[in-house]
């Protein structure tokens, strides 16, 4: 059974950092290809950024490029996510996914691409 946890979140004020993380297990982690969404209240979730299986592709949202950092390391079946300069427009809860598909040749960017979802970790910046 595939399972993802996230951890990290919390209160930050503006301009802030957080270091998210995911742990997976119950899937070959180096073989899928892994993603961050988010949802913020009264919102739908959207994309935040994914890495390919093998870490050498990244995509992210137009919002947070430039402050975001995403990597993976497949030694340890751990996601990360590097938050930098935080927006109160950030805040939200956030949640890791993995890839449906092992090997995808791109970088997934749509949820309905991602099958296996953690629990959120919720992520609050204040002005």
């Known amino acids: 059974q595939v399972q993802l946890v996230e951890s990290g979140g919390g209160l930050v004020q503006a301009g802030g950092s957080l270091r998210l993380s995911c742990a997976a297990s119950?899937?070959?982690?180096?073989?899928?290809?892994m993603g961050w969404f988010r949802q913020a209240p009264g919102k739908e979730r959207e994309f935040v950024a994914a890495?390919?299986?093998?870490?050498?592709?990244?995509y992210y949202a137009d919002s947070v490029k430039g402050r975001f950092t995403i990597s993976r390391d497949n030694a340890k079946n751990t996601m990360y996510l590097q938050m930098n300069n935080l927006k109160p427009e950030d805040t939200a809860v956030y949640y890791c996914?993995?890839?449906?598909?092992?090997?995808?040749?791109?970088?997934?960017?749509?949820?309905?691409?991602?099958?296996?979802w953690g629990q959120g970790t919720q992520v609050t910046v204040s002005s």
């Open positions: 119950g899937r070959t982690f180096s073989s899928y290809t």
């Open positions: 996914a993995t890839d449906r598909s092992a090997g995808r040749a791109y970088v997934a960017t749509k949820s309905d691409e991602y099958n296996y």
């Open positions: 890495i390919l299986w093998n870490g050498r592709s990244t």
